[in-house]
């Protein structure tokens, strides 16, 4: 079954109507920035849309899946004459889970890989908030990364994470315009100015947190394009190969995170997915160079 099916609040927070969750807690949950909780505490969802949800969820547990069935089906014929054809999908989808769980009359637990994968990212992200003191989880996070083969054909990559996993479509790569020779620190202004420009005139959402592969010269040089940019409240950081050691600007040392802590992992897998998508961008130039001529 569909998880938006029964999109119950996780959290354990005591609030209602006439005592209101703290905002900062509501703004300090990873649920509520990545949407996987209808948010009552916020007032996203009103008492009378949630609690048809809670009575869903009850029905379920107390293995009433003829009845959870048949409301979805009904359900998916009222999408469908709206022609809403995506709820009238999901509610398909529900109805026959359900159909399969009457005919075993067992429940399937969900995949502990998944429950596992997604509690770990969770952890990440949590973790990373509270090494680097940002604001709030860092729930969308670009990294940067400058590739080049002895001063040719140098390229910027950045990829996007969101919830701690890779979102390949927000994926950029940039072929290096302004900068002669090797020179990483102008490259890599060049590849974060150009990114922040668009998005800035585009006004679209910008990132809770850009990492920067390398240390401090590439975090300055990616300072300076946002501060022309007049972006500078957008946190940053960046992660230094030798020791695995992160810089935050403004700070004079460096933050050195143990190999253990998921903050770290984090860290790692956005810097090395960042050097992939270079590695392979710059290749793919090189090799379209090498046949033309």
């Not at 509501?26 to 996987?36: A, F, G, N, P, V």
């Not at 002895?150 to 302004?178: A, E, L």
Request: aromatic share 8%; charged share 30%.
């Amino acid at each position: 079954m569909a998880p938006e099916a029964l999109p119950l609040r996780p959290c354990r927070w005591d609030f209602s109507e006439t005592k209101p969750l703290d905002k900062r807690k509501i703004q300090s949950c990873l649920y509520y920035h990545t949407k996987e909780c209808p948010a009552p505490c916020a007032q996203r969802i009103t008492k009378e849309d949630y609690a048809p949800i809670v009575e869903r969820a009850v029905k379920f547990f107390e293995g009433r899946y003829r009845d959870l069935q048949a409301e979805f089906e009904t359900k998916m014929k009222e999408a469908s004459a709206a022609l809403d054809y995506e709820t009238a999908g999901h509610m398909r989808d529900n109805a026959r889970a359900l159909s399969q769980m009457g005919e075993r009359v067992r429940v399937r637990a969900v995949e502990a890989e998944n429950v596992g994968g997604h509690v770990a990212r969770t952890q990440m992200v949590t973790a990373l908030q509270k090494a680097l003191s940002l604001p709030k989880p860092p729930v969308h996070v670009e990294c940067f990364d400058i590739s080049h083969f002895q001063g040719h054909q140098t390229v910027g990559s950045m990829v996007c994470f969101v919830g701690g996993k890779p979102n390949r479509d927000h994926y950029r790569k940039f072929k290096i315009r302004d900068v002669a020779g090797i020179d990483d620190f102008k490259s890599m202004r060049e590849t974060v100015f150009r990114r922040y420009k668009r998005l800035r005139d585009d006004k679209a959402a910008l990132p809770d947190l850009i990492l920067i592969d390398g240390g401090k010269g590439q975090l300055s040089a990616a300072q300076e394009a946002m501060k022309d940019l007049k972006l500078l409240k957008v946190p940053m950081a960046s992660l230094a190969k030798r020791i695995e050691e992160v810089f935050l600007p403004g700070r004079p040392e460096s933050i050195v995170l143990g190999f253990e802590d998921p903050a770290l992992r984090l860290l790692q897998q956005l810097r090395d997915e960042a050097h992939r998508f270079g590695v392979a961008y710059h290749r793919l130039l090189r090799d379209k160079n090498l046949f033309e001529e």
